[in-house]
């Protein structure tokens, strides 16, 4: 098969997809990865090929702005989603993504385009090219009120190419697969049919400094502290370290790419900062992880049976905390409460109850009878086989 794969460029709408474009690739078929030029770096050692079609997310983040005239950091975090998606990923998004994809996929033909659940040019290009759509899910489900706003944003770009009116953003309009376990997740789409996924990453080497600097601190449980690569917010990183710190816990803090961990000043041997350690390769060793909510962390490390505390600061992880929270996987701390009082109590009463890991194993279960990478391939080539015959 010829498939297209196309995404958001950020890392969290990246990595999900590349177990079964592996696989797909491991198995002789033919794959170009569409996506912005940070991301494209990302993939560089990759052996497919790779197409730059969109500018950074940052000049996204910066093209709303100017329309809105600032960002909607005051808006409270159940409409935040509502403002966000319609806007960034349907008015801004698909526009910046469109042309250049579009222009490959009527030159090469793919029989499949995998896009991410946020990049709504994904089906739009399909449809217009006679392709499969295959949706990867990057976050939870939005709820069908939310897809009905995308829907309004993203309609023009389908009509401008000729095309009928999509429903739902056209996201649907193929196969739907999510890691996210049903018991999280819950579809409320009545007609469609979500195929949920069991965790596929493999583990990766431990740092090569990780052991030694364990051997020194007297086996104290290892907290993984992070916010993920984007948001990096200071306050919130220096209430991690300062919290954290404070205990007897061995403690790795990772700023992010943009982040400075010298910015966090001296701290005490028990806490080690890094700008990014690849998660995979830290889960293994952990006793719990205290993040920002963001879906590849929680995922990541209810399928390790860690328990969690989570600190929201954007996009989907208000959701997830208030998900996570209400399943007994962790404590949400949101963001009027955040302190390094706060996030020290929480961590220690996820640590303390035997319920929250008992939880995460049972979750993880859960997420272990999903399909595997070449289970979910099967069911793409025998749908590409029937719209095609």
């Not at 793919?110 to 976050?139: E, H, I, K, N, W």
């Not at 790795?252 to 701290?267: E, I, N, Q, S, V």
């Amino acid at each position: 098969m010829r498939v297209l794969v196309t995404t958001v460029p950020g890392t969290g709408h990246v990595d999900p997809l590349l177990p079964i474009v592996h696989r797909l690739h491991e198995q002789g078929d033919e794959i170009t990865w569409a996506t912005g030029p940070d991301q494209c770096k990302q993939l560089g050692s990759e052996p497919f090929e790779k197409l730059q079609v969109c500018p950074p997310l940052p000049q996204w983040m910066q093209q709303l702005a100017s329309r809105t005239r600032g960002r909607p950091f005051d808006l409270p975090a159940t409409r935040l989603p509502y403002w966000a998606a319609p806007r960034l990923f349907g008015e801004v998004g698909l526009p910046f993504m469109l042309d250049g994809l579009l222009a490959h996929a009527r030159e090469r033909k793919p029989d499949v385009v995998l896009f991410d659940s946020r990049c709504y040019v994904g089906p739009l290009v399909a449809r217009a090219v006679g392709a499969l759509p295959v949706q990867q899910a990057v976050t939870t489900l939005l709820p069908p009120d939310l897809e009905l706003l995308v829907n309004d944003a993203v309609t023009p770009a389908w009509r401008e190419q000729g095309l009928d009116s999509p429903t739902n953003g056209g996201v649907f309009d193929g196969l739907t697969f999510s890691a996210f376990p049903a018991s999280l997740d819950a579809c409320g789409f009545p007609d469609v049919v979500v195929h949920r996924l069991a965790p596929a990453h493999a583990a990766l080497p431990s740092p090569p400094w990780l052991p030694e600097w364990r051997s020194t601190l007297g086996g104290r449980p290892l907290v993984y502290a992070t916010l993920g690569t984007v948001f990096g917010t200071p306050k919130v990183l220096a209430a991690f370290a300062e919290g954290l710190g404070a205990e007897e816990f061995a403690v790795l803090l990772t700023t992010g790419f943009t982040g400075d961990p010298a910015a966090l000043g001296t701290l005490p041997p028990h806490v080690r900062a890094e700008k990014f350690v690849p998660q995979n390769a830290v889960l293994a060793h952990c006793a719990a992880v205290v993040s920002h909510g963001g879906s590849g962390t929680t995922l990541a490390a209810v399928a390790h049976g860690l328990p969690q505390v989570l600190v929201p600061q954007g996009a989907d992880q208000f959701i997830n905390a208030e998900r996570f929270q209400a399943a007994g996987l962790g404590r949400a701390v949101f963001p009027a409460a955040v302190s390094p009082e706060s996030v020290r109590a929480a961590c220690r009463e996820v640590l303390a109850s035997a319920s929250y890991r008992e939880r995460a194993r049972t979750v993880s279960d859960e997420m272990r009878s999903g399909l595997t990478p070449d289970e979910a391939i099967a069911l793409v080539r025998k749908a590409a086989s029937e719209r095609r015959n």
